[in-house]
């Protein structure tokens, strides 16, 4: 053991340090420390509404405290649902869907300032045509015509877009800056403030219609070959998603990406929409009807779904406890006593980037083992029977522990969480003890931790 922690002082913790100070990723990482108070803020509204204006939710449900028929006069069933409260309360749930549009937008503006600092260009300009691409782009996600099988757009991609629009709209307005025969000849006595924006509306025009273009020849190429891309979803990518090995290199992936200071989830948001969503759907529809059920009453389904991988994420609880147990280093455990509320309503991004996880090479190794550790657990558990297949869709705001009982409806789903975090803390704690001799080192040296 002591082997391992030299080598992790002295040979990985420098070589992922320097990976973390690209100029690159640190202008993403900087783009996400600015969504921070955007994010907490949804992510309240979620937590207020799936707990109290949910009007199927665990204080106004039916099948949780049934505050709402009380105040409906004691309506139950399709008599409630037809109420104007219930109506309410779906429409509230209706508008944070659109303020999860508006993080995006916020994203894609706050990426596209941040690589002008880099690249040069102007900052505001970057920053529109960053929003207009995105809004574009949006405009042509996916819906059914007609018999509800052919697309007339392309898949919601989400993050991704984001930071693709913003990427580009600062590197494409950068690079024309370097011709100046782009820049329109505006009459002499113009105001100045109106003067300056004039000058560049040709490069700020030629992004937007590049981008148009390119969101249309996306659209067209996803309708095109939908028949295609779908039969190869369906005999190739979801049988192989269901195989423990694609299902850690997915989670390897979402986890990579965290570090990186790249919203993990969201990037790889199309693999979960096309392999761990339907899974997810057939399991609660499976649940529903009563089939497939073994002795033990299980409902058998598919092991890898949506819900499935909320017990992989437990590991970001776990540090969090491991910081506070093990830590000698005060900042990490102010910080992390301050952000522990959100996290237990699955809030991991302020932590990540507070603490900060995000670029810290300290935490790269344990914060890539945990999660496939976990996964390796849940699928055994679920394999073997001991534990059923996730079956129930739960709001992604649900604590911890309770999401694994009522996505499984079963007492084993908890149990299972709370064996993955006991685990987990145990992976993250030796690494903790590696950053206390760090600093007790720099102390010795007379440096600043």
Not at 299 to 316: A, L, S
Request: proline letters at 6%; charged letters at 10%.
């Amino acid at each position: 053991m002591e082997q391992f922690f030299d080598w992790v002082e002295r040979s990985f913790i420098p070589w992922a340090g320097r990976f973390s100070n690209n100029k690159y990723v640190t202008a993403i990482r900087d783009t996400f420390y600015r969504t921070i108070p955007l994010w907490i803020v949804l992510a309240f509204f979620r937590v207020v509404q799936w707990m109290f204006l949910n009007p199927e939710g665990p204080v106004m449900g039916e099948n949780g405290m049934g505050i709402g028929a009380l105040l409906t006069g004691g309506l139950y069933g399709e008599e409630y649902q037809a109420t104007g409260f219930y109506q309410l309360g779906r429409t509230f749930a209706r508008a944070l869907g659109l303020s999860d549009i508006l993080l995006l937008f916020f994203l894609t503006m706050t990426l596209a300032i941040q690589l002008t600092k880099i690249w040069g260009g102007d900052k505001s300009l970057a920053a529109f045509c960053a929003l207009g691409g995105l809004f574009i782009f949006t405009q042509m996600e996916s819906g059914y015509a007609g018999d509800g099988t052919v697309p007339v757009g392309h898949p919601p991609l989400r993050a991704l877009s984001a930071l693709l629009f913003g990427a580009l709209s600062a590197w494409m307005l950068a690079w024309m800056e370097r011709f100046p025969r782009l820049r329109l000849r505006v009459p002499p006595g113009l105001p100045e403030r109106l003067a300056q924006p004039l000058v560049r509306i040709v490069p700020a025009g030629l992004t937007l219609l590049a981008f148009l273009l390119f969101s249309m020849a996306v659209t067209q190429l996803f309708v095109s070959y939908y028949r295609e891309i779908d039969g190869f979803v369906q005999s190739a990518v979801r049988p192989a998603a269901q195989t423990l090995p694609f299902a850690l290199a997915y989670q390897c992936a979402v986890w990579l990406l965290w570090w990186c200071g790249l919203f993990g989830y969201g990037v790889t948001s199309i693999i979960a929409d096309f392999a761990y969503w339907p899974a997810q759907l057939a399991n609660q529809a499976l649940a529903a009807t009563s089939l497939f059920q073994n002795e033990g009453g299980f409902v058998q389904g598919f092991v890898f779904t949506t819900e499935f991988f909320h017990t992989p994420n437990g590991h970001v609880l776990a540090l969090a406890v491991a910081v506070l147990a093990f830590s000698n280093n005060e900042h990490w455990r102010r910080v992390t006593g301050f952000l522990l509320l959100p996290l237990i309503f699955n809030m991991h991004a302020p932590i990540l980037f507070c603490l900060p996880v995000v670029m810290n090479p300290v935490f790269l190794l344990p914060y890539l083992i945990a999660p496939l550790a976990n996964t390796v657990v849940a699928w055994a558990a679920i394999s073997w029977g001991v534990v059923p297949t996730f079956q129930f869709v739960t709001a992604d705001t649900v604590p911890f522990i309770l999401s694994g009982v009522l996505s499984t409806g079963s007492l084993m789903g908890g149990v299972l969480q709370v064996v993955v975090f006991i685990l987990d803390i145990f992976i993250y704690a030796p690494f903790i003890i590696v950053a206390n001799r760090m600093d007790k080192s720099r102390e010795g040296k007379g440096d600043t931790p």
